[in-house]
Structure formats: C-alpha cells, structure tokens
C-alpha cells in the first residue's frame, strides 16, 4: 500500500512540474503520458478550458416544436409566451456580457391568485349544464373539499336541475346564482383530477403546468428572474426555455407586528423595500443589484450582500418557501412560523441550488424592524493588517449597532473616481491605502454618534486609523455607499474584469492580492475589494480585453490558493456555469492533495462523496435533469 | 474680519417627509434632522473665504431647541471656529430669527454675515433680506459667486436647481476635526440676554399634503384631444 501511496506522489508532483503553464485540452480522456505502472491508480481527467468548447448540448433534451408553443400559448394565453427573436436577446445574455445562450422561447408566468381562463369556466357551465358531469360523481371526485365555494356550487346545482320548473325571471337569478359560484369556485381552488384520491385540493400555478408539460417532453428549462447573476446562471446555455418570474409580483402579505413577509418570487427587491419602508421595516438583505434583481433569484442563490454582516444569510431569515419541482409538483413549505421543528427542513435545499432543484415561486422571509439612526464612516487606513485589527476592535466597542463593515483597496478607488460618474474621494488630501467603510444602525441617534465618534478617535490615537470622515447627513452617507456600490459598475466601464468571489480566512485574504500583482505584473490591474466583516473578499482583474493568456495566468492558480488555505471558490455569486466544474476546490476532504494546473486531476477512489451526494438529490428531485442544465454540478456527474 | 454665518437645523433632505395625523405639521419626531443645505455651502463658502486670508474668524450661529448644538458642532466639524446657540424652546419665525441675529451681530460685530437662501422646511426666503433690512446693511441674494473686495454686505446664498450652478460642494467632516470641534467653545444664550421678545405673528392652521396626482391619459387623435378639450375639460 505504501508503494502505491509513494508513486502516486512522485507522479503527481512530476505532473505538476511539467504542466504548469501548459495550455489545456479540450477534450476528455485518460491522460497516459507518464502512468506507465500506476494503473492502480483511477485518475480521472477532466479539463477546464472556457466552457463553451467542453460543454455540449445533452442530446436527451427534446428540442421546442410549434406544438409545445401553442401549448403553452394555451396555459399562459398569447401575451406571455414570447418567441420573438429581438425580444429574447437581453433575457439571453446575462448582465456582464459573458455568457450568451440561443434560447428560442420565453415564458412569463402569472400569479396563482387569478381566475382561470375563461375556456375552462365555459367547459364546466357545459357540462353542468348538459348534465353531462352527475353530480353524485362530483361530490365524491370533490369529497376532500369543504370550502364555501363547494357548498354554494352544489346548491347551485341542485337550483340547476329544476330549471325547467322555474318561472322565466328566476332562471336567470338561478343562471347568475350558479355562475357566480362556479366562477369563486374556480378562482379559489381547483381539483386535479387525478390527483384527488390523495391530495385532495392544491393550488395550480402556471409554473407547475409548465414544469410538468416540460418535463414529459424532456425541454430543458432555466428559470431567470432579474438576470443579474454574475456566474452566468440565469441564462440557457443552448436553447433551454427561458421561464420568466417577472410577472408574479404580488406582495402576498404582510403582518406588521413579526414583520413576516410573504411576496411571490417576481418581487423585485428595491420594491420590496419601498414598500417595507412604510411599514417601518426593512429587508434582510441589500445589494448592488437591488434596482433589478428578484427574490425569488434571490433565494434561489442565497444571495449575501451588504446586511449579512448584522442580519445574517437567508437560510436564517427565509421561514417558507414555495417550491415548484421539475415534475409539476408544488411544494408548498410556506409557513410563517418563526420556529418549526417538524421533520426535515427541505427548504434548504432549495435556498442556494440556483434553480437545480426546483423553481422558487412564493418566499416567506423575516424582515428586521427600520431603525432610525444609521451612521456611516469612510475611513483610510494604511496597511492590511491595521483593517483586521480595526475590525476586532469595532466588534468589541461596537458590539450590537455595527451594520455593515467593507473595505476597498486604493486600486479600487482610483477606478471608481475615474469611471463612476458624480463619484467624489471623501479624502482627497491624501491617498491611502486601504478604505474601510463602516456603518452602524440603531434606535438612539446622539448616544450612537458619540459613541462611534469616540471610537473612532481612539482608533486614530492608537493608529489604526490614519484618517476618515463621518457621514453628517443621508446624503453623504448615500455617496459613500455610491462609492462601494459602484466599484463593479466602474469595473465593466473599464474594460474586460475576471471576477472571483472567495471566501478565505481573514489574515489571509489580502495575500492573494498582492501575488496575483506580483504574477500578472504591469499587464492586468487587480482590484481587491469586498466584505471584511464576512471575510468574503471580490477578487477583480481589470484588463482591456478578454485574453486567454492572462486567464491562463489566473485561472488555476486563484481556485489552488484558495483550496491550499481552506477557502470557498465562490463565497456568494454561486457556482452557475462559470464554476460548476469547480466544485472540487472546495468540497473535498482535507487528505486529499489536488494538483492544479492545466488540467487537474482527482483519483476517483478518494474524492466526491460530498458532491455525489449532492448528485443523486439532484437525481431524485429532477430525473431527467431539465431545470438548468450544465450549472451548479459538474457536467460528469449530472448524467 | 469676522464673519458670521446662520445655520438652521432641519428634516434631512433625503428623508420622506409626512404629515402629522393631526395636521398640525410635518412628523419630526424620529426623522433624522440634519444642517440645511443652504446653509451647508454659507459655511463653506465662509471657511474657504478663511482660508484664503480673507477673514480672521467664523462664527456658526444656530437658533433653536437643545438639540441644535449637534448641527453647532457639525458646523464646527467643517472648521468653524466658535459657535453660538440661541436657546429658543418653540418655533420660529423669520422675523423673529432675523431680530436675534441683529442682536447677536451688534454684539459680535462681523464684518460679513452669509446665511442659506432659505430653509428646506419651510422655504420662506425672508431671513437674509429682513436682516439687511433691520441692520440697513447691503445685501445680496441669490449669490453663485463671492468675492470680497473691502465692503460689508450681509448675502443670502443661491443654489440653483441644477446640479451644476452651486455656490460650491460643502467639504465632509473629517475625524481631525471632529477632534478639534470637541474643544471648541459654543456660547449659549437666550433671547431674553439679546433683549429680543419673540412672538409669532403667524398661526399655522392646518397642514396638508398636496392632492396626488391624478395619471394621464394618451389619446389617440387629435380629433379626440379636441372633443376632450371640449367637452370634458370644457375649456374650448
């Protein structure tokens, strides 16, 4: 065994030498150069190149026929069934310009609170009519119903066999009578009828008729809210149908005194918090992406952002969640509950799966109250080390009214001065080397200013601080946000951006920055910027254009560091297609040694029991892998 | 020369305002209050005009309840020298505001006085040109551009609608200062020191929000904009 152990060694590390800045092959094999007597050893090869040459299209998926248009023409009625080549351009491409699938076709769901068309009343006046439905055989079709509704339509019923016997003017009280309950009836609940024997009524959603007519014709699907991903995951990589949340954007309700809010996925989340503002509360979350992004999408990648540092992720504040599965079936997991230990929570499972597993169609979140004093401070500071120690101290002092902590490089501000317009350095008299943006929310204005203003004196006294403004009104306090919020944007205007999201110790995470300038040198500007507070720090390469050798360069080497130092790949933006072949850097166990280089290699026998674990769930909830496809999980095991 | 510049505590200009349910005013318990716009860029104007040796000394004067000495130490913040806080518990008018300013300044004696063209909350306009009034000194309003040359005038600021068109961008305050504000003296007094009575000859009988809105219509011709205009409008 020792043998084994001792040659697998040798050859890995003879690899390493030898690849290193070897440019990767596109195609999967077994890679034999230097194997001769290790045999013994399962290598499993599988290459990283840009995606789009690796990845085909799984030719099980059926491709979208004029029947399946019409049908869903018939589900969704004209308007919402968009196959206009122009039109699906934007939902095509995601929001960096990177990723750009052919979908063909693209479906806008509605809310589930809606009459049901009129086509199908009609079908069902007919048959009551003709007599055509007995009504024994639809009291028992309906046993499990014991709504209102129910009651007055078989009223209705009755009143309707003796029609004939009325005088002229009550039959169309009676028609009236009838229609109206048929009409409630219908809006409220509806029976699928071959489902009654078990599941008695659940509500039908456009979405999970889609689901179901996909699923039986094997379309691949992607369910895209705002299109603001950053890993290419809202958009088809082929033709995958395009499902659309936008239209279901009812705030469902609202209960002022916990401060649980139950919306439908399409919300968008600005609006969200306009509408939350009101009532004197507030989202858990907050994002550059706000004017645009839903939360549906939202849950769907768990998304981070500004706020996690005092509220916590969303798997603490979503309290239900309604699930549409690949199949059709609506999970309906959505309580308003603050505590439920019943079973097993599934809805964590979908909270974070980048629509995998299942299409978020109703959230149920907790919202935070609004406090009223909000303070903010930009400060500089004048190495990396002294950021750390002034992000233990405000902990410590500032304990329970520390909002936000952020930090930008002096990098990243020079290109938001640049770029950003009506951007302005809060502290032009000098430049600095590191920016820390701090905020704290509260309910006692004064008592929190000085507080935070003696803080921050001590600090500088002690060094820590070299020098830093405090927000004296909203305005201000908006234009230093402006500024961290804009680092992004200001990265797109400057040219082409290698984004990474890394989640790594906080000691360590500068470290990282400073060797990719030591290793890209003068041809690539790395901008380091990001969430201290969370140790979640945005790794940016800023160049002019797109070049596979500067990739070359980063690629590997990124995703190793962060590996060797225990870190995550992919903090917050979620794996998508960018990284879904990724997922080993950081979900395999400790005694495994991973070389990474132009090519990396696993032995099989060692690696992937966490992430065939995550397989075979995906296997379970969607057998014929039609919610986005080719994401989240490597292509190699989603078969 | 010293120069002494007014500023007023007011509804941050971000925040959403609403009504009392009483209609007696506008909600400002709660609401972040913070220094008036106007009167931001009076004392910046001021601080630069110090700092090009133009002037010897700013006084930041404030009129108002207790909590104006926040606004009072902002301003210091900014490099104000010394502050004033007038103690007034209730509301105050213009012309009561403009009679304490004249006592104050015949006390302190500035060779130039710069206020904010007029306050966000109540958009009145009047304080600067009453003072001039009662001081007889010149004045001028509506400033985009100061530059001294040997004469007193008391200035209301312009800041015009556009972004553009400012008088100048009010500087942060930055923590050096703060430090130094907190061992800059603010002299309080009363209007009973000034010899000022304060009565107000206005009543305020009821506040309301203005009527929404209501949402447009498109026509489709102008045949049906005119029979609109004709019969529905009736103003043809």
């Known amino acids: 065994m020792e043998k084994w152990r001792a040659t697998s060694r040798h050859l890995l590390r003879h690899f390493s030498k030898d690849l290193f800045d070897r440019r990767m092959s596109p195609s999967f094999g077994t890679f034999n150069r230097q194997l001769s007597s290790a045999e013994a050893v399962d290598l499993v090869l599988l290459s990283f190149v840009s995606v789009a040459t690796t990845i085909q299209r799984n030719p099980l998926f059926s491709s979208i026929s004029s029947d399946d248009i019409s049908h869903f023409k018939e589900i969704l009625g004209e308007k919402n069934v968009i196959h206009d080549e122009e039109k699906l351009v934007t939902a095509n491409m995601d929001w960096m310009r ?67 016997e009325m005088p002229p003017h009550s039959l169309f009280i009676m028609i009236r009578l009838f229609l109206q309950a048929l009409c409630l009836f219908a809006s409220s609940t509806y029976c699928d009828s071959d489902k009654l024997g078990n599941y008695g009524t659940h509500l039908i959603l456009q979405v999970s008729q889609i689901l179901k007519y996909c699923n039986s014709r094997c379309l691949a699907v992607v369910p895209q809210g705002g299109n603001t991903g950053l890993v290419g995951g809202s958009v088809p990589v082929f033709d995958e149908v395009i499902i659309n949340t936008s239209s279901m954007s009812k705030i469902v309700s609202f209960d002022k005194v916990s401060g649980i809010l139950v919306c439908e996925a399409g919300c968008i989340l600005e609006n969200l918090v306009s509408f939350l503002d009101n009532q004197g509360f507030i989202m858990p979350l907050d994002l550059g992406a706000k004017g645009s992004c839903q939360i549906g999408g939202n849950v769907s990648t768990n998304a981070g952002g500004l706020r996690l540092f005092r509220y916590g992720s969303l798997h603490g504040n979503v309290l239900g969640l309604e699930v549409v599965l690949a199949n059709g079936t609506v999970l309906d997991m959505l309580r308003t509950l603050r505590k439920d230990n019943t079973g097993y929570d599934l809805k964590h499972l979908f909270i974070g799966s980048e629509g995998s597993l299942g299409i978020v169609s109703k959230v149920s979140i907790l919202t935070p109250p609004k406090l009223s004093s909000v303070n903010l401070a930009f400060l500089a500071c004048k190495d990396y080390s002294s950021c750390q120690k002034l992000l233990l101290a405000a902990k410590r002092k500032l304990g329970e009214i520390l909002s936000a902590f952020e930090f930008l490089d002096t990098q990243a501000l020079d290109l938001v001065l640049k770029h950003l317009e009506g951007a302005r350095n809060p502290l032009p008299t000098s430049m600095h080397n590191f920016y820390i943006l701090m905020e704290t929310t509260g309910s006692n204005e004064s008592y929190e200013k000085e507080k935070l203003e003696a803080f921050l004196l001590h600090s500088m006294e002690g060094g820590l601080i070299s020098d830093g403004v405090l927000a004296q009104d909203i305005n201000q306090a908006s234009s230093f946000w402006h500024i961290r919020e804009g680092v992004p944007e200001a990265l797109m205007k400057a040219g082409a951006v290698y984004k990474y999201d890394l989640s790594l110790p906080v000691e360590k995470m500068y470290d990282l920055v400073e060797e990719m300038r030591i290793r890209l040198g003068p041809a690539a500007n790395v901008v380091g910027y990001g969430h201290l507070g969370d140790s979640n720090l945005h790794l940016n390469i800023s160049t002019p254009q797109y070049d596979d050798a500067i990739l070359a360069q980063i690629e590997p080497f990124v995703y190793e560091w962060t590996s060797k130092h225990h870190g995550s790949i992919s903090a917050e933006h979620g794996l998508g297609l960018m990284k879904a072949d990724k997922i080993f850097y950081s979900k395999s166990p400790e005694t495994v040694s991973i070389i990474l280089v132009g090519s990396y290699l696993l032995p099989k026998s060692l690696c992937v029991d966490i992430v065939q674990l995550m397989a075979s769930i995906k296997r379970l909830l969607d057998p014929n892998g039609i919610l986005n496809p080719y994401k989240v999980l490597p292509p190699f095991l989603a078969s | 020369m010293k120069i002494m510049v007014a500023i007023k505590r007011v509804v941050d200009y971000a925040v959403k305002i609403r009504v009392k349910p009483d209609k007696t005013g506008v909600e400002t318990t709660n609401v972040k209050m913070s220094m008036n716009p106007f009167c931001e860029i009076a004392l910046e104007e001021a601080l630069r005009m110090k700092e090009a040796g133009l002037a010897s000394e700013v006084v930041a004067v404030s009129m108002g309840p207790a909590k104006c000495v926040d606004t009072l130490r902002t301003g210091l913040a900014m490099g104000a020298d010394r502050g004033i806080h007038v103690d007034v518990p209730g509301a105050l008018q213009p012309l009561s505001v403009a009679k304490l300013l004249k006592a104050l300044v015949d006390s302190e004696k500035p060779g130039l006085l710069i206020l904010g063209k007029q306050a966000i909350d109540d958009d009145c306009n009047q304080t600067g040109q009453m003072v001039a009034g009662l001081l007889s000194w010149p004045q001028g309003t509506f400033a985009s551009k100061i530059s001294i040359c040997g004469l007193t005038f008391s200035a209301p600021l312009r800041s015009s609608r556009s972004t553009d068109l400012r008088l100048n961008q009010p500087r942060y305050a930055t923590l050096p200062n703060i430090l130094k504000a907190k061992s800059k003296v603010i002299k309080k007094c009363t209007p009973e020191e000034l010899n000022v009575p304060i009565k107000s000859d206005l009543e305020t009988v009821q506040v309301i929000e203005p009527p929404k809105r209501k949402a447009g219509v498109i026509l489709s011709s102008v045949d049906e904009l005119v029979d609109k205009l004709k019969n529905e409008a009736r103003v043809i």
């Open chain 1, 98 to 164: 990177k990723y750009k699938g052919s979908s063909k076709l693209m479906l806008q769901p509605r809310s589930t609170e809606e009459w049901i068309s009129l086509s199908v009343v009609a079908e069902w006046i007919d048959c009551a009519l003709s007599g055509v439905w007995p009504l024994k055989k639809a009291a028992l079709a309906f046993r499990k119903v014991n709504s209102i509704y129910f009651q007055s339509l078989v009223q209705s019923f009755n009143l309707c066999l003796r029609i004939s």
